[in-house]
């Protein structure tokens, strides 16, 4: 399949902030406390350390076969059956990511500001906004990023700092948590891990890069960005409300906005803005978990287009989306299927990598390898 070589390594890093920052954000306080109290920054930042292993397997692999994607090359490593089930794993895991996300959106929206609405109709709202932006090409895919990038990041950083002026040093301590047990950190480390799976969009965005030889550059700036994000987000809501308060919210990066202000109080309340600059992180977080469900499924049928499958997994996605019957039991899901991912975003990849330095394969006659090695 040939991809056109125009993003650039700016883009990529962008499309990977944008991906890897979205619905998990207001709830992220809350799974680093329940697993180590006010260890929870600690369990943040030691769940960006595998997701930065296995965006540098993905990368590792990608400029190993620039002109491919997982789903192309998988079959030239482990044959052509073993990867085809791995492949339909991986679409029905990013079709499950994007009902839960999409779910989560409609939860928040209902709760927070649209009371009277349906939560159907605010799922259903916001999939079909995701499956109309996806039937643009990898290019047109790239810009919606890049569009996006200023309205995410920059809201988002001035929040955190204006809210750390309210934080209390005396409730992130002692950095490991109180009474920490093993299997609670371990749990909660893979729970934070699962909120960088985004990273998996570089399969995609290398093949279309211009200079895939410094994906991994790209990869490291598009990582680095929302891992510090999310560690200075905890570190506010924990030194903010303390480990404890935190267990009774459901969304503590929500009411850490409501408490900070502007200076000389020209917005009281943030909570409005912040919304704003979420809704915004959700739509292009559930664009790149669609866009790589329907882009991986043309690959696996060896189809040209991936735009005749724009809608047509959205009923399938919307039942999964409306199968959890409370929010209790959406985020018990959300954090079991974010585990398991991991065997498709850290373990998968990493055999495929073993695989290929066995075998020395690398892409037939792409001089870009060559260079780069």
Known sequence: MEHPRQ???????????????????????????????????????????????????????GMRFPAQSIIEYSQ????????????????????????????????????????KTPLEVTVIVMLLLAAVSSRADITTFAYFHHFYFPVIVFPAILIIVLSLKNAHLINLLPVWGNEPTSSGILGGVLTMAALFQGSFVMTI?????????????????????????????????????????????????????KTTSLPANILERLDGAFL???????FTTLLSTYYL?????????????????????????????????????????IQVVGRWGLVFTVIYPLALLVVAMIRKRKSRGDQLVAKSD
């Open 76 to 115: 030239d490593l482990i044959g052509k059956w073993v990867a085809g089930i791995f492949s339909v794993l991986i679409i029905g895991f990013f079709c499950l990511l994007t009902a839960l996300g999409s779910r989560e959106f409609g939860e928040v929206v209902v709760t927070s500001v649209l009371t």
């Open 276 to 282: 704003a600059v979420w809704v915004t992180a959700v």
């Open 205 to 257: 965005v290398i093949p279309a890069m211009r200079r895939p030889e410094k994906a991994m550059l790209a990869g490291y700036i598009g990582m680095v960005i929302p891992g510090a994000l999310y560690v200075l987000i905890v570190i506010a809501t924990v030194g903010v409300f303390g480990a404890e308060e935190i267990k009774k919210l459901v969304w503590p990066t929500l009411e850490l906005a």
């Open 293 to 333: 469900a329907i882009s991986f499924l043309t690959q696996l049928l060896r189809l040209r287009d991936h735009k005749m499958f724009a809608f047509f997994l959205v009923p399938f996605i919307y039942v999964i989306a409306m199968f959890p019957q409370n929010l209790v039991e959406m985020y018990a899901i």
């Open 7 to 61: 993003i650039t390594v700016i883009q990529a890093a962008i499309i990977l902030i944008s991906t890897i920052i979205g619905v998990g954000v207001l709830a992220l306080s809350l799974f680093a406390v329940r697993a180590a109290d006010s260890g929870a920054p600690l369990v943040t930042l030691l769940g960006f350390v595998i997701g930065l292993i296995g965006l540098w397997l993905l990368t590792k692999l």
